[in-house]
T-cell receptor, first 113, second 116 residues
């Protein structure tokens, strides 16, 4: 069973609107959680990284939250743009698995004009 | 800086053929990784190299071999390709660099491999 589950699997939003993506994980002991953006045909690019003590982090119009107690994270996209169309991947690392990351399957976001 | 580069970008193989995927990074990173990405699944780690001279198996190593040629280069070899190895392969690197998080992994553009 995947230790990182993302929802929804896909979503379509109008340009200018906001959206929130969810990530639930069971990875333990927890080290850090990161969100990546993957454009079609490209490798993933990091948006944010959060450790246990951080509960929110922003990168421009992207804001990630982390609740380490409930093992949940969200990624909020504000005022979406066409260039936000991509897959957003939640990735979790455990403290006892040096360098090894557990990847979610991603949420495919399509922003329409 | 080019970051992480991979060659080739696309490849079609017949079952039983062999090939090597090349990866190089110019960020002076110690650690390098090979992943595969299949539809509907998260990236899965094939092999990794924590530092020059060391390699270790990841989650799905069967059917693959790796070589850490030097600090910059990390290659992935398929000795006898099978249709189940049809996938997109990503190389990544991480390590301490000035101003950059030690946790960060930087990915290459990927190699799209089809085995018929």
């Amino acid at each position: 069973k995947n230790q990182v589950e993302q929802s929804p699997q896909s979503l379509i939003i109008l340009e200018g609107k906001n959206c929130t993506l969810q990530c639930n994980y069971t990875v333990s002991p927890f080290s850090n959680l990161r969100w990546y953006k993957q454009d079609t045909g490209r490798g993933p690019v990091s948006l944010t990284i959060m450790t246990f003590s951080e509960n929110t982090k922003s990168n421009g119009r992207y804001t990630a939250t982390l609740d380490a107690d409930t093992k949940q994270s969200s990624l909020h996209i504000t005022a979406s743009q066409l260039s936000d169309s991509a897959s957003y991947i939640c990735v979790v690392s455990a403290t006892d698995s040096w360098g090894k990351l557990q990847f979610g399957a991603g949420t495919q976001v399509v922003v329409t004009p | 800086n080019a970051g992480v580069t991979q060659t080739p970008k696309f490849q079609v193989l017949k079952t039983g053929q062999s090939m090597t995927l090349q990866c190089a990074q110019d960020m002076n990173h110690n650690s390098m990784y090979w992943y595969r990405q299949d539809p509907g699944m998260g990236l899965r780690l094939i092999y990794y190299s924590a530092s020059e001279g060391t390699t270790d198996k990841g989650e799905v190593p069967n059917g693959y071999n790796v070589s850490r040629l030097n600090k910059r280069e990390f290659s992935l070899r398929l000795e006898s390709a099978a249709p189940s190895q049809t996938s997109v392969y990503f190389c990544a690197s991480s390590g301490r660099s000035s101003g950059i998080s030690p946790y960060e992994q930087y990915f290459g553009p990927g190699t799209r491999l089809t085995v018929t």
